[in-house]
C-alpha cells in the first residue's frame, strides 16, 4: 500500500507556509497508525518550481524550502525504523531551463550537451520543426533565438525534454538513480513514463477527431508519434535492470494509457516498471457495469507475474470524493482496498478531504494559468493537509501557500481520529481488514456479479477465509442474490456499521450507497 505526499501541503515544520521534510518526519506516527507501509514523496530537488517541482534544476540535492540532505537522511531513516518504504519521484522525461545541463545544452551549437536535448532548425517560414503541442497549452518548441534553433519540451518552456536516444543522457539519469538508490531509497515514481523516447522522425502527429472545444489544446492532436515509442521500452528495461542490481527496489511508472498499451509497461518477462499506474478508476465514469468489466479486462490483460495496482486520485486528477460524492467516496475506499493488487492512496484521500475552489488571482498552476476558463488549474486538489480546527489547520503557523478547505474544521485528522463513524475510521479499518487477510493482500480475484448499480467479487487466498465483497456505486437502493443459495455469509465491514455481525440471506437488499466485506463460507 503506497500513500502519495504531496511534500508543499502535507505538513510545515518551520513556518513558511510550504510543506517540508521534517513536517513529514512529525507525521510519520500518524501514517503508521493509519496503517500504511510506503510512501511516495512528489519531487524535493532543488527547482525553479515553475512547474512546482516537476522542473528540477539538480536531480541530486534537496530544495532549501523542503530542508536539508540532513533532513532527507533523517526522514528516509525514521521511514526505516518504522518498518515503512520510501518511494522518490524520479522525472527522468525533462529537467529545468535552469539546470546547468540545459544552460550548457543552450549555450552553443556545438556545447558538448547540445543533443542532451531536442533540438532542431526551424522549417523554411521559420516556424516550429512539426506541430507537437504542449500538454500545457501552446506549441512543444520554443525558439531560442540566440543558437536559431527550437527545443522540444511536452510541458512548460520551463521543461525541456531530454534526449532520450543519446546514451549521456541515459547514463546521467542512471547516475542520479544510483545516487539515491545508494542512500538507500526504496524505488521511484517516474514521471510521464510514455513521454520519455519520441519518434525518432519527429513526424506530426494526426488531428483527434473526438476533440471538443472544452478540452485542454493539446487534445487536438493524437500524440501517437510524441509519445509511447517503442524504444521506450529499452530505457525502461535499463532502468529496471539497474534496480535490480540492489535489493528489494521498485519501480512504478506514471503512464496514461489504454489497458492493452499499459500492459507493455510490465515489460516482456516483467523487465520493465514493478507497476505502472493503472488509472482507470481516474478515467472512467463511476458506474458499476463500466467499472466491473474494466477489473476484469485489467485482470486479465495483465501478463503473467505481473502485479495489479489501483489508484483513485493524485496531485493532477480532482479528489475522489469531488469526483463520486461523500457517499461514494466511502465506496470507492472500499473498492480501492479490496480489489486485487497495490492500492495507492492520496494524502487527504481518507480523511474524505475535497477540492477546494481557488479564486482565479491565486491560481499557482500553470496547466490553469495557461488555459483560463477551462477548469484545468491542478491547484483545488493540492490543498494543505487538514490536521486539526486550529487557524492553519495544524498545517502551519504560518499562511498556507494554497489556500485550506473552508471545511477543515469538520474535516481534519483530530477530528476523525477519534470519531467511529468518520471517513478516517473507515479508511483505517479497511486498511487494517486489509492488511491482517492474506486472501486481500495476495488472494485471487473472482468476479461474482455486477449490473448497473452494483458490482460484487470475492478475495479468496489458501488457509485464509473467503470474502465477498458487494458494492453500490448508485444512490439508489438494490438487492444483489449470492451466488449459490446455500453460502453462508456475515457482514464484517459496512458503510452501514450497523449491519456488521449480521448474517445475510440468499438475497441482500443494499441502500443506496451501502457497500459492505462480508465473510462467506459453504
Ligand atoms: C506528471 C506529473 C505532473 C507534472 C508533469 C510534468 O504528469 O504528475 O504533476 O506536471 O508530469 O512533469
Known sequence: MIYQIYPRSFKDSNADGVGDLRGIVEKLDYLQWLGINAIWISPIYPSPMADFGYDISDYKNIHPLFGTMDDFDMLLSEVHSRGMK???????????????????????????????????????????????????GGPAWEWDPSTGQYYYHAF??????????????????????????????????????????????LRDNPPNPEYQPYMADYEKLLPVYSTDQPEVHDAIREMRRLLDGYDDRMMIGEVYLPIH??????????SGAHLPFNFQLISLPWEADKISIAVDEYEAALPDGAWPNWVLGNHDQARIRSRV?????????????????????????????????????????????????????RDP???????????????????????LSPAYKRINVEAQKNDPHSFLSFYRRLIELRQSHASFTCGNFVPVFSNR???????????????????????????????KPELKAKIILSTSPWLEGNEIGYMIDLNGDEAFVATVSA
Not at 165 to 193: C, H, Q, S, T, Y
Not at 381 to 403: C, H, I, V
Open 261 to 270: 498499451k499499459l500492459m507493455t509497461y510490465y515489460g516482456m518477462d516483467n
Open 325 to 377: 460524492g461523500a457517499e461514494q467516496a466511502r465506496v470507492a475506499a472500499m473498492m480501492l482496498l479490496t480489489l486485487r493488487g497495490t492500492p495507492t492512496i492520496y494524502y487527504g484521500e481518507e480523511l474524505g478531504m475535497t477540492d477546494v475552489a481557488i479564486p482565479a488571482e491565486e491560481i499557482c498552476d500553470p496547466q490553469g494559468l495557461n488555459m483560463p476558463g477551462k477548469n484545468l488549474s
Open 86 to 136: 520510501m518511494l522518490l519521484d524520479l522525472v527522468p522525461n525533462h529537467s529545468s531551463s535552469q539546470h546547468p545541463w540545459f544552460l550548457e545544452s543552450r549555450s552553443s551549437r556545438d556545447s558538448a550537451k547540445r543533443n542532451w536535448y531536442i533540438w532542431r532548425d526551424a522549417k523554411p517560414d521559420g516556424s516550429p520543426p512539426n506541430n507537437w503541442l504542449s500538454v500545457f
Open 453 to 483: 448499480q452494483v458490482m460484487a467479487y470475492s478475495r479468496k487466498a489458501e488457509g485464509d477465509d473467503e470474502f465477498l465483497i458487494v458494492l453500490n456505486l448508485t444512490h439508489k437502493p438494490c438487492s444483489f442474490e449470492l451466488p
Open 381 to 403: 486538489a493540492r490543498t494543505p493537509m487538514q490536521w486539526n480546527d486550529t487557524k492553519y489547520a495544524g498545517f502551519s503557523e504560518a499562511r498556507p501557500w494554497l489556500r
Open 156 to 201: 512548460l518552456k520551463e521543461q525541456p525534454d531530454l534526449n532520450w536516444r543519446n546514451p549521456e543522457v541515459r547514463e546521467a539519469i542512471f547516475d542520479v538513480m544510483r545516487f539515491w538508490l545508494d542512500k538507500g531509497v526504496d524505488g521511484f515514481r517516474v514521471d510521464v513514463m510514455w513521454h520519455m523516447v519520441k519518434d525518432e522522425q
